[in-house]
């Protein structure tokens, strides 16, 4: 599974949309990239998920760059319930093994 | 309601001591995993099974043990073997196929003292 690059932490105000990179230069043709997040203490969350077109669910927006090299996860209007740490993963199509999960970038919500 | 469930949520125990994790999904899922995680830091896998009694080792296996005798419960034995065994684990289940993606139950923090 292709590696990841995120910041370790990022701030956002409440109310304001809030935009995670995340650096997946070695992604193969074949490989998802997943967002899961987790909050203090709990099991993550799976957010959504995408291959190469942008994707949007009740939770947030995926937009994955034409290279497939990066994308930005957009959470729209964050609220202070969205502190968490955030995981971006990319696992190959029809793969058993677990998702790989880095350090992530922890999101603080700021009042 | 359809979900992963751990028990219990916390877990004392005397150092060389064998204790068992639950793990139980009613989601239908094929395959399940086990996590462990330390603090700041991401999730490793310990074993995952793909079907009833067939598993496979993760990366952190060595002090651990798993059986899958029934597709809904996967239960995971830290055994005193394991040299630290004190963290946060994590169970997880999800579907056959491609794109699906995991679901995790909320946790157990074993502590041993």
């Known amino acids: 599974d292709a590696k990841t690059t995120q910041p370790p932490s990022m701030d956002c105000a409440e109310g304001r949309a809030a935009n995670l990179p995340c650096n997946h230069s070695?992604?193969?043709?074949?490989?998802?990239v997943y967002w899961y997040r987790q909050i203090h203490s709990q099991g993550p969350q799976y957010i959504i998920h995408g291959l190469k077109n942008n994707e949007t669910n009740e939770m947030a927006s995926l937009i994955i760059t034409e290279d497939r090299k990066s994308s930005t996860l957009i959470l729209p209007h964050a609220t202070l319930r969205d502190t968490a740490v955030y995981y971006c993963?990319?696992?190959?199509?029809?793969?058993?093994?677990?998702?790989?999960f880095g350090s992530g970038t922890q999101l603080t919500v700021l009042p | 309601d359809g979900g992963i469930t751990q028990s219990p949520k916390y877990l004392f125990r005397k150092e060389g001591q064998n204790v068992t994790l639950s793990c139980e999904q009613n989601?239908?899922?094929?395959?399940m995993y086990w996590y462990r995680q330390d603090p700041g830091q991401g999730l490793r896998l310990i074993y995952y099974s793909q079907i009833v009694n067939d598993f496979q080792k993760g990366d952190i296996a060595e002090g651990y043990s798993v059986s899958r005798e029934k597709k809904e419960s996967f239960p995971l034995t830290v055994t005193s073997a394991q040299k630290n065994p004190t963290a946060f684990y994590l169970c997880?289940?999800?579907?056959?196929?491609?794109?699906?993606?995991?679901?995790f139950g909320p946790g157990t923090r074993l502590t041993v003292l």
């Open positions: 993963i990319v696992r190959a199509s029809g793969s058993a093994r677990q998702l790989t």
């Open positions: 070695t992604i193969s043709g074949n490989e998802y």
């Open positions: 989601l239908n899922h094929d395959a």
């Open positions: 997880a289940s999800r579907t056959q196929g491609a794109g699906n993606e995991q679901f």
